[in-house]
């Protein structure tokens, strides 16, 4: 049984290691990961918002979606155009248990690679909201959270609404 991990938990801000081998345990925890990224009405998942230190994520791209099952997924190049978006993430939740949203300053696209669930080596450019769930899921393998890209009062008013993870 996976865990949702919360704002203050450790493993939230370690740096994921590779995945080596897709093996049946892998292949069964991305398909609980999509399970529980859509019964939380979420987009993307990463793989330490469940409890485990390694490099894979899940996503969907809202348009059509599409479920994309990522394992070392690598940002190999970014747009300098930047863009603001609101996020909000399945590990930042408000005393209500829903997510807490802020806006954040992101390239608009990217260009992505990632090993598929099936071993394939694929890659693809991606901009708009798909290319901002890849950046902020990928984030989550390097230990980084939306919250560090907000500064000073805006940080500060977005912490005070995060129920914290209580040890
Ligand atoms: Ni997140």
Redesign the pocket.
């Known amino acids: 049984m996976l865990q949702m991990k919360l704002c203050g938990d450790p493993i939230l801000r370690t740096q994921c290691t590779p995945v080596e081998k897709i093996d049946d345990g892998l292949l069964h925890t991305l398909d609980t990961m999509v399970e529980m990224m859509r019964e939380q009405s979420g987009v993307?998942?990463?793989a330490p918002?469940v409890g485990i230190t390694q490099r894979f994520l899940v996503m969907m791209t809202p348009d059509d979606e599409k479920i994309f099952k990522m394992i070392n997924p690598r940002i190999l190049s970014h747009s300098e155009k930047t863009v603001v978006m609101e996020?909000?993430?399945?590990?930042?939740l408000g005393g209500d248990n829903l997510p807490v949203y802020a806006n954040v300053t992101r390239p608009e696209s990217v260009v992505v690679e990632w090993t598929d669930e099936n071993g394939k080596q694929l890659s693809a450019e991606m901009s708009g909201v798909p290319a901002r769930i890849v950046q902020?899921?990928t984030?989550?393998l390097d230990g980084k959270?939306?919250i560090d890209y907000l500064s000073g009062a805006r940080r500060e008013m977005v912490m005070r609404k995060v129920r914290r993870h209580k040890k």
Not at 87 to 92: A, I, K, N, T
């Open positions: 993307g998942l990463a918002q996020e909000g993430c399945l590990s930042v902020h899921e984030d989550h959270l939306f």
